[in-house]
């Protein structure tokens, strides 16, 4: 399990994130329209897994933006953010906020993702919701830059997670 802080105290999550140079655990998410989609859907492209616990709080919102300025400019990558928000909230926050360029995913029907990728806590007042935390994988769905992040109102390293794409 990882360790990490909220607000300072230590809560932890369900296992620690896939380890670079494995093959990226499958998943079923839901998108906005209520389909489902797998990551065999996205097989050929690059994926940055943007995994976070509320679009609804400010952290998460604005991990949500950069991601969303940053995809603009990436060839062959789309961005998924992923979250157990359900889709119409993940959708009304697209719709106020203009975002275009990432893909909003719900875990919320029965979180196969949080569990096949470690992200859920497994204690604190965020219980069971998915830490922040991001996964970058090539074109054949290999893991190739993770971050599990340390303090779970911080931001995630954009910088780090964007050259793990240029190498």
């Given at each position: ?83 157990k928000d359900l889709p119409f909230a ?23 993702f949080g569990k096949a990728y470690n ?49």
């Amino acid at each position: 399990m990882a360790s990490v802080t909220l607000k300072g105290n230590t809560v932890h999550t369900i296992g620690s994130l896939p380890t670079n140079g494995n093959k990226a655990p499958e998943f079923q998410l839901t998108k906005n329209d209520l389909s489902t989609v797998k990551l065999s859907d996205y097989e050929g492209s690059r994926v940055v897994l943007n995994i976070f616990p509320s679009v609804d709080t400010g952290t998460c919102a604005q991990s949500v933006r950069q991601f969303n300025q940053e995809a603009a400019e990436l060839d062959n990558t789309i961005v998924l953010c992923v979250s157990k928000d359900l889709p119409f909230a993940q959708a009304r926050f697209c719709g106020a906020e203009g975002i275009e360029n990432v893909e909003m995913l719900s875990d919320f029907r029965d979180g196969n993702f949080g569990k096949a990728y470690n992200v859920d806590f497994s204690d604190g007042p965020l219980t069971p919701l998915h830490s922040r935390a991001v996964v970058v994988l090539d074109e054949k769905g290999n893991v190739i830059y993770t971050e599990q992040v340390a303090e779970i109102t911080e931001e995630p390293n954009y910088k780090a997670a964007l050259e793990a794409l240029m190498n």
